[in-house]
């Protein structure tokens, strides 16, 4: 990615296959573009696709089969500018791109430079006609709320929400699944041969929700590096999103605690510190940087922090 970085590779603990910039890890997929496959076990070798058609009660429980696995989780990694971008929801994208879905999502900032920078949603009073006089004297940027991200900051943006990132960002996503964007603005960026990168002027201004404004972040208590901190024995249990999508939550643990066991699809993420997950006899590491899917039919896991560990916890409504 010409915004990417190379820290994917030292927080996911991967060497990274060549010496150019990664801005995206697909940790758990079933898109065409890349579907993930199961690493080991009884289903070792499946693709995620192939669980979600054939062992869809495994996977959602009473929950009705979407098709499709519901999210794609991703680590990206914002060393440079995204362009302004907005996405689609299920019925824009139906229009506009058939065969894609919607794209409502939600970034866990794992790590910030001081000057780096989230753009979320327009400000109060921006309308279509002050947008596109923008677009022409590129001044978009002055449209747009923005803020200074800091570890442990969650961002919601429902489909509709123009949002930019850059300057050194690594971050966690929780989104639908679906890969289309639509660029607004590319901040006047062109490649060594002078080419500046497609954008979707009409596409993106068919799908803004004019009446959505700011957007600002939800911060994680007692995380790493931010403001809120607290004392090390604590444990935290904390809601940041719900939606029709997905459920998110922040879990700072300090003592054993149960995952899985609820009857509903979730996925974990360990965005720092570590443990064991105790499965049929056998005890599981979790390290930072791993993305476990969990199945509405695993039974309850006990799970011991070796340290202080957070996790971002992901449910299907």
Same mark, same amino acid.
């Given at each position: 990615?010409?915004?990417?970085?190379? &820290?994917?590779?030292?927080?996911?603990?991967?060497?990274?296959?060549?010496?150019?910039?990664?801005?995206?890890?697909?940790?758990?997929?079933?898109?065409?573009?890349?579907?993930?496959?199961?690493?080991?076990?009884?289903?070792?070798?499946?693709?995620?696709?192939?669980?979600?058609?054939?062992?869809?009660?495994?996977?959602?429980?009473?929950?009705?089969?979407?098709?499709?696995?519901?999210?794609?989780?991703?680590? /990206?990694?914002?060393?440079?500018?995204?362009?302004?971008?907005?996405?689609?929801?299920?019925?824009?994208?139906?229009?506009?791109?058939?065969?894609?879905?919607?794209?409502?999502?939600?970034?866990?900032?794992?790590?910030?430079?001081?000057?780096?920078?989230?753009?979320?949603? /327009?400000?109060?009073?921006?309308?279509?006609?002050?947008?596109?006089?923008?677009?022409?004297?590129?001044?978009?940027?002055?449209?747009?709320?923005?803020?200074?991200?800091?570890?442990?900051?969650?961002?919601?943006?429902?489909?509709?929400?123009?949002?930019?990132?850059?300057?050194?960002?690594?971050?966690?996503?929780?989104?639908?699944?679906?890969?289309?964007?639509?660029?607004?603005?590319?901040?006047?960026? &062109?490649?060594?041969?002078?080419?500046?990168?497609?954008?979707?002027?009409?596409?993106?201004?068919?799908?803004? @929700?004019?009446? *959505?404004?700011?957007?600002?972040?939800?911060?994680?208590?007692?995380?790493?590096?931010?403001? @809120?901190?607290?004392?090390?024995?604590?444990?935290?249990?904390?809601?940041?999103?719900?939606?029709?999508?997905?459920?998110?939550?922040?879990?700072?643990?300090?003592? *054993?605690?149960?995952?899985?066991?609820?009857?509903?699809?979730?996925?974990?993420?360990? /965005?720092?510190?570590?443990?064991?997950?105790?499965?049929?006899?056998?005890?599981?590491?979790?390290?930072?940087?791993?993305?476990?899917?969990?199945?509405?039919?695993?039974?309850?896991?006990?799970?011991?922090?070796?340290?202080?560990?957070?996790?971002?916890?992901?449910?299907?409504?």
């Amino acid at each position: 990615m010409v915004w990417g970085g190379r &820290r994917l590779g030292t927080f996911l603990s991967r060497a990274l296959p060549t010496q150019e910039n990664y801005g995206e890890s697909w940790e758990i997929s079933d898109h065409p573009l890349h579907v993930s496959v199961v690493a080991d076990g009884a289903w070792s070798g499946r693709t995620l696709h192939h669980l979600v058609k054939h062992d869809a009660a495994t996977l959602f429980g009473t929950a009705a089969p979407p098709g499709v696995f519901p999210w794609l989780v991703k680590m /990206l990694d914002a060393n440079d500018w995204l362009s302004v971008q907005v996405h689609p929801d299920d019925a824009a994208a139906s229009r506009l791109r058939p065969g894609e879905r919607g794209k409502t999502e939600a970034w866990f900032v794992l790590a910030a430079e001081p000057e780096s920078r989230v753009f979320a949603g /327009l400000l109060p009073g921006v309308d279509e006609s002050k947008l596109r006089k923008a677009l022409r004297s590129g001044t978009v940027a002055d449209c747009l709320h923005q803020f200074h991200p800091r570890p442990g900051d969650c961002i919601f943006f429902p489909a509709g929400t123009v949002h930019a990132v850059g300057g050194g960002v690594l971050f966690t996503e929780v989104q639908q699944t679906s890969d289309v964007t639509f660029r607004l603005f590319d901040w006047n960026r &062109r490649d060594a041969r002078g080419q500046s990168r497609a954008l979707h002027i009409e596409e993106s201004l068919a799908c803004i @929700n004019w009446q *959505a404004g700011p957007v600002n972040p939800i911060r994680a208590v007692g995380y790493p590096g931010g403001d @809120n901190r607290v004392a090390q024995s604590t444990s935290v249990c904390q809601a940041l999103v719900r939606c029709e999508y997905f459920g998110l939550d922040y879990l700072r643990q300090t003592a *054993a605690f149960i995952l899985g066991g609820t009857g509903r699809l979730q996925v974990a993420i360990v /965005l720092y510190g570590r443990g064991s997950l105790e499965c049929e006899s056998e005890h599981i590491q979790l390290e930072t940087g791993a993305t476990w899917l969990l199945p509405a039919a695993l039974p309850p896991l006990n799970c011991s922090p070796g340290e202080p560990i957070g996790l971002l916890l992901a449910t299907l409504p």
